[in-house]
């Protein structure tokens, strides 16, 4: 019998809702190989039937699915019982439950968090902002940002600004490579913007930058990676953030959802100051 398990990933949209729960369920368990199988936009009972013998022909399957429309999920169900392919529903029992605490029927709309809303439109333009406005290109209008990140080459400023710009947020990341690195209304201004530092252990960024370099095949001085410069680097930044207050995330350890996690409550106290 095969070690490995055969998750099936079944979805009436685009399946990222599902993959980001699988994964954070897979996390829990330690040791354990999977292999995922994604089925987006599976909206007929002829989809579900084609994927389940496919599953039935495997070892170990399960199926994990988020389908709205309640026919189909409970063809689904019946479906895996009948195969006795175990079958769980991600977002079924939590329709319901809150159908009951808001005294409101569900609208069992697949996409319906996809709307072409207000919201949509502005988390668009937030991505399209930040895009322009990476690495420090564009700063004439920094004043335009929601959110700036300052931080020396390597601490994650661009991946964190496109995951804050999918958050609607608009966001400039600022290399700072010496104290004319920055724009001189923040020099100038320094609490009239949400100016967020990010910094790393001098150890953990040579060794990204030689990774970097050695996979890219880059000619960069050699500087770029020694430590010792790299660690006046960071003393530099972290000296720089502490004489304008600006407050500092170490990145060193931390993924990049979770670097933006703590700069939106960061920007979420900062506007709590700025309103209050």
Known sequence: MSNTYQIFLISDSTGETLERIFLSLKAQFKNIECKVNSYSFTRTENQILKILDLAVKEENSIILYTIVDNNLAKFLANSCNEKKIPCFGVLGSL?????????????????????????????????????????????????????????????????????????????????????????DNLKKNPDAFCVIGLTSEAERLADIRKNRINSLKETKSQDYTNLEIIRKEVDDAKATFKKYKWPTIDVTRKSVEETAASVIKIHEIYLSKKNG
Do not use: C, W
């Not at 069992?108 to 690495?135: C, K, V, W």
């Not at 700036?148 to 990341?173: E, H, M, Q, W």
């Open 95 to 183: 329709i319901l439950s809150f159908s009951k605490l808001f005294n409101q029927e569900a609208s069992h709309e697949p996409s319906g968090q996809y709307a072409l809303n207000e919201e949509y439109y502005n988390r668009i333009e937030a991505i399209q902002f930040t895009m322009n406005h990476d690495d420090g290109n564009l700063l004439n209008d920094v004043e335009k940002s929601d959110i700036i990140l300052l931080g020396v080459s390597r601490t994650s400023k661009t991946p964190t600004s496109i995951y804050l710009a999918n958050k609607g947020y608009k966001t400039t990341n600022i290399p700072l490579v010496n104290h004319n690195s920055l724009p």
